[in-house]
Antibody
Framework: EVQLVESGGGLAQPGGSLRLSCAASGFTFSDYWMGWVRQAPGKGLQWVANINKDGSEKYDVDSVRGRFTISRDNAKTSLYLEMSTLRAEDTAVYFC????????????WGQGALVTVSS | SYEPTQPPSVSVSPGQTASITCSGEKLGDKFVCWYQQKPGQSPVLVIYQNNKRPSGIPERFSGSNSGNTATLTISGTQAMDEADYYCQSWDNKLFGGGTKLTVL
């Protein structure tokens, strides 16, 4: 059974940092692109970043560029999101996401980790 | 790049057909996927590559994409289909704003 379990969420101050982790199991992690999607309270989905199978290609949305870094450790079957210079508008549930091998669509999602940026 | 545009809400009677649109410039030239999200739950992929259904998704869910508009169609809508639906343009990964489907 495919499982994606996020951890590391919590309260951070504006300008602060936080690191999210996603532990993957039930599939060959190194065969898949992975990513992060967030959802602010009561709002819609926003794609944040993704990373290719070996970590050599990374893409992200304009609003987090230069502040957030996606990475992965295939040996540990884990995905990470390093977040710095946090802003109030980064407050959201962050979902770990597996991209379909068919190359279109996110076929598995984690349960989400809440990040709250507030003083 | 701009995110695709969806209507904020769509209403449908049980057993009828619901259509949810997703619009964007030359969207028909791109792959579009659709997600269903119920309150307090993670999204679920219901359509990928414009019109393909993942295993386990009922046949009443179908998709199309042409010109500037992609459409998610739910035939014989059931009460359990009440949820938020999001389209995603796969080339730039941007999501539409979401459509709340009400079955009444």
């Amino acid at each position: 059974e495919v499982q994606l379990v996020e951890s590391g969420g919590g309260l951070a101050q504006p300008g602060g940092s936080l690191r999210l982790s996603c532990a993957a199991s039930g599939f060959t992690f190194s065969d898949y692109w992975m990513g992060w999607v967030r959802q602010a309270p009561g709002k819609g989905l926003q794609w944040v970043a993704n990373i290719n199978k070996d970590g050599s290609e990374k893409y992200d949305v304009d609003s987090v560029r230069g502040r957030f870094t996606i990475s992965r450790d295939n040996a540990k079957t884990s995905l990470y999101l390093e977040m710095s210079t946090l802003r109030a508008e980064d407050t959201a549930v962050y979902f770990c996401a597996r991209e379909s091998m068919a190359g279109s669509g996110i076929d598995y999602w984690g349960q989400g980790a809440l990040v709250t940026v507030s003083s | 790049s701009y995110e695709p545009t969806q209507p904020p809400s769509v209403s449908v009677s049980p057993g009828q057909t619901a259509s949810i649109t997703c619009s964007g410039e030359k969207l028909g030239d791109k792959f579009v996927c659709w997600y269903q999200q119920k309150p307090g739950q993670s999204p679920v992929l219901v359509i990928y590559q414009n019109n393909k259904r993942p295993s386990g998704i009922p046949e009443r869910f179908s998709g199309s994409n042409s010109g500037n508009t992609a459409t998610l169609t739910i035939s014989g809508t059931q009460a359990m289909d009440e949820a938020d639906y999001y389209c995603q343009s796969w080339d730039n990964k941007l999501f539409g704003g979401g459509t709340k489907l009400t079955v009444l």
